[in-house]
């Protein structure tokens, strides 16, 4: 079945680290997308990716760092310059068509120790 | 003020209840989602509309392009139904990538 997969689940960072959460797609899409989800608040797109080797920022990119190697592939990584980075973090992807729908993946929650 | 509001951000109901969940966008749009998360956290798209209505098994999501306005309406409804609701526009225009996100509607059905 093809699908987006988001690893690991639970993540704990240490004050000062930095951590990376994969994204993988086998839906041959060209897309693809990190959104950040907090309490009450609506997700948030932190950066995102139409072809491989190319991405730009989102809303909320500072803090973070994406690669796109690979077009089934899209790693975030929270650097230790992001402030307030416990949050449930999204993947997804679409085919670059403004009227498709886009798939999520299972999601990440990220909690500070 | 946000650009996609969604009404009511709590919902219980009994089992069978006709459901209605209403989101209102002030920005100009090629498509509008439904979304659906469930509280393990993935979210499944239910709907994606740019006109009228559409209708999958119980679930009917229509849409007022003139008006802003969109409802998901949710008929015979049943505790699987339970789970967050997300309304989510499509920018239209340069911006067509983008997303934008409400709230959404927690609902919770009770046998």
């Known amino acids: 079945d093809g699908g987006i997969t988001q690893s690991p689940k639970y993540l704990f960072r240490k004050e000062g680290q930095n951590v990376t959460l994969s994204c993988e797609q086998n839906l041959n899409h060209d897309a693809m997308y990190w959104y950040r989800q907090d309490p009450g608040q609506g997700l948030r797109l932190i950066y995102y990716s139409q072809i491989v080797n190319d991405f730009q920022k989102g809303d909320i990119a500072e803090g973070y760092s994406v690669s796109r190697e690979k077009k089934e592939s899209f790693p975030l990584t929270v650097t230790s310059a992001q402030k307030n980075p416990t949050a449930f973090y999204l993947c997804?992807?679409?085919?670059?068509?403004?009227?498709?729908?886009?798939?999520f993946g299972d999601g990440t929650r990220l909690s500070i120790l | 003020k946000n650009e996609v509001e969604q009404s009511p951000q709590n919902l219980t109901a009994q089992e069978g209840e006709f459901i209605t969940i209403n989101c209102s966008y002030s920005v100009g749009i090629s498509a509008l989602h439904w979304l659906q998360q469930h509280p393990g956290g993935g979210i499944v798209s239910l709907f994606m509309?740019?006109?009228g209505k559409k209708k999958h098994g119980r679930l009917i999501a229509t849409i007022n392009i003139q008006e802003k306005h969109s409802s998901l309406h949710i008929t015979a409804s049943h505790p699987r139904d339970s789970a967050v609701y997300i309304c989510a526009v499509r920018h239209s225009g340069g911006s067509n990538y983008k997303l934008t996100f409400g709230k959404g509607t927690l609902l919770t059905v009770n046998p």
């Open positions: 997804a992807s679409s085919i670059v068509d403004s009227n498709q729908p886009q798939h």
């Open positions: 509309l740019s006109s």
